[in-house]
């Protein structure tokens, strides 16, 4: 049974609701110029009729942090194609891929030049490459 709007609010009263209007303006529901304004109205507030009027627009839970209802899981379809570790690890591919190239091209460059340098790219190219095949190999176990 909601307490009844007419009752005075105490100081913990008023802190707790300036605790939680502080918490919905970091997770953006609010602007820091209404969090003010509100301020204002929450330690001005006399009663807790007064203090649910300032949070009256704002939801008590955050919507995002409740599980999904089972009904509504089964509605959704399930994503086509690829999966987010799959298309990670080509991501990943083709940045060490890049990056190689790149490093491969300055060596050739310097080589066709006539200053012939030491292979300097395999040190860069190889030990990343070895990473990223273990991890694929081995991710690829995984459930």
């Given amino acids: 049974m909601p307490p009844n709007p ?6 913990a009263d008023r802190d707790r609701v300036a605790e939680l209007l502080r ?3 970091a997770q953006g529901r609010i602007t820091v110029d209404e ?3 509100r301020l204002e109205t929450v330690y001005a507030s006399r009663t ?6 300032v949070t009256a627009d704002l939801p ?6 409740l599980p999904v209802p089972a009904s509504q899981r ?10 987010v570790l799959e298309r990670r690890g080509r991501e990943v591919w083709a940045t060490w891929a ?15 030049t006539g200053t012939m340098v ?19 190999v081995l991710g690829t176990r995984r459930r």
């Fill in 6 to 11: 007419d009752i005075r609010a105490s100081d």
């Fill in 23 to 25: 918490e919905h303006c």
């Fill in 35 to 37: 969090l003010n304004e």
């Fill in 48 to 53: 807790l009729g007064q203090l649910q009027d």
């Fill in 60 to 65: 008590e839970e955050d919507l995002y942090e």
């Fill in 74 to 83: 089964a509605t959704v379809e399930p994503v086509r194609g690829r999966g």
């Fill in 98 to 112: 890049a990056v190689s190239a790149v490093n491969l091209g300055i060596w050739l460059i310097l080589a066709v």
């Fill in 118 to 136: 030491y292979p300097w790219w395999i040190w860069v190219a190889g030990p990343w490459g070895a990473v990223l095949l273990i991890g694929t």
